[in-house]
């Protein structure tokens, strides 16, 4: 049976590729694997991408291997109603897509819990002489006060691509993906493996990703890069931001993550996005890093920021806000508990400012600190905390102490053996 999904918006069923069902208009009440009502009010759609369609499930959604699906471009809202959305792990659950023109976005709200598969509004966006190829945003929940707010319950999506590939003789930006929810968010699939999330743009600006829950965090690599192709303009890479203490209620999990990327490899009139982490009772960033780097002529390295976090922070790989020719980034670290680097180079950074209650502890190379001129800036930390580093790996520090231009101290970590005589 041919697979058709139209200008009117339908449900494309799919198991494991193999269409099951063709056809399934949402009006009245169609059913969607012979389960909830699915009642749709929509808006003719015009033109691919224009129609904001809505599907409104009566009782909770089970999609199993089946994928709820658009191939012409139009967005989608899917108003639970207040019932949980599933999904089988390792397929893709939701797309909205089309190969040469832009995505509507897709949007999920009023959901009591959130488990599928893979969130697909990314756009090849090959278009000839026609209009802005953007990918689809991705919004799941919304603000405290507006529509039905936050998600109640968890969420987890294996991954979310909202990319823009490369296409020709057209600007199209990546799709921002923005997350409010009343629990914990987890982009990874239903067996733990880490899904990334993707909105960059091989050819204009990324999209931005926002995350404001109560709860802990976990993923693979988000990245956000913009780039720039040809003569359209300034495109900046979009800024990736998450928040575990949304309401202010204190925070209550972690945050772990493989790495963020906002670096814009271009930086023709752009720049990298800005990384802000907060609210978290810990955070643990893999070997891929903190990257938010300007690496040719043009443009700024992104600010870096992580705070409000009541435990330890630890960094495994670089944390980097490189410029060519115009101002670096700036990394700025707080934490109720210690703060940890495996390496830390203070070329790639404007500055490092780190204030930590149990310490900063440097474990491997500290490069390029200034010992002729240690309170300049470059690393700094106030008052009462130490930065610790290992002295057989920096031998260039020898050994010494170092006064910091906020009143901490950059001092030689005592390893070794403790004998004790009686």
């Known amino acids: 049976m041919k697979q ?10 799919l198991a494991s590729g193999t269409p099951l069902r063709a056809d399934v208009p949402l009006t009245g009440n169609s059913t969607l694997n012979g389960g909830a009502a699915l009642v749709s009010a929509p808006v003719v759609a015009n ?3 224009s129609a904001p369609w809505l599907y409104a499930p009566g009782d909770s959604l089970a999609l199993g ?10 967005g989608f809202t899917l108003d639970m109603g207040g019932h949980a959305l599933t999904g089988d792990s390792g397929l893709t659950s939701l797309l909205t897509f089309r190969s040469t023109f832009p995505i509507g976005p897709l949007s999920i709200i009023n959901a009591n819990g959130i488990s599928i598969g893979r969130i697909d509004t990314h756009t090849d966006g090959v278009v000839y002489q026609g209009p802005t190829a953007n990918a689809g945003a991705v919004a799941i929940g919304q603000p405290t006060g507006t529509g039905s707010g936050p998600i109640a319950g968890p969420v987890r999506v294996d991954s979310i691509d909202a990319t823009k590939l490369t296409g020709w003789n057209n600007a199209g930006n990546g799709g921002s993906v923005t997350i409010y929810g009343s629990g914990d968010v987890k982009i990874q699939t239903s067996l733990g493996a880490a899904g990334n999330v993707l ?5 204009f600006a990324g999209g931005a990703v926002n995350v404001q829950h109560h709860g802990s965090f976990a993923a693979g690599i988000v990245r956000t890069s913009g780039n720039m192709v040809g003569y359209w303009g300034p495109a900046s890479s979009g800024s990736a931001t ?22 814009h490899p271009t930086c023709y009139n752009a720049n990298a996005g800005a990384i802000s982490i907060q609210g978290y009772t810990g955070v643990r960033i893999g070997a891929n890093g903190l990257l938010a780097n300007c690496p040719t002529t043009g443009g700024n390295g992104g600010n870096i920021t992580v705070t409000g976090i009541t435990g330890d922070i630890q960094v495994d790989g670089p944390s980097s806000a490189t410029s060519a020719n115009q101002t670096r980034g700036t990394l700025t670290l707080t934490a109720g508990g210690r703060i940890t680097f495996s390496n830390l180079d203070l ?7 780190l204030s930590a209650g149990g310490g900063v502890y440097i474990e491997g190379s500290l490069l390029n600190f200034p010992t002729g001129d240690p309170t300049n800036g470059a690393l700094d930390a106030p008052t009462g905390i130490i930065i610790h580093y290992r002295a057989k790996l920096n031998p260039y520090l020898g050994g010494n102490t170092y006064p910091l231009k906020s009143g ?7 390893r070794g053996s403790v004998v004790f005589f009686r």
């Open 4 to 13: 058709r999904c139209g200008i009117v918006l339908t449900a494309c069923l």
């Open 47 to 49: 033109s691919a991408g």
């Open 65 to 74: 291997a089946y994928q709820l699906k658009t191939d012409n471009g139009e």
């Open 199 to 203: 909105t960059h743009s091989s050819e």
């Open 242 to 263: 998450f928040n575990g203490n949304y309401g202010g209620a204190g925070a209550v999990g972690t945050f772990q993550i493989g790495g963020i990327d906002t670096t």
């Open 347 to 353: 070329n790639l950074l404007k500055a490092a400012v």
């Open 408 to 414: 901490g101290k950059l001092r030689s970590e005592a």
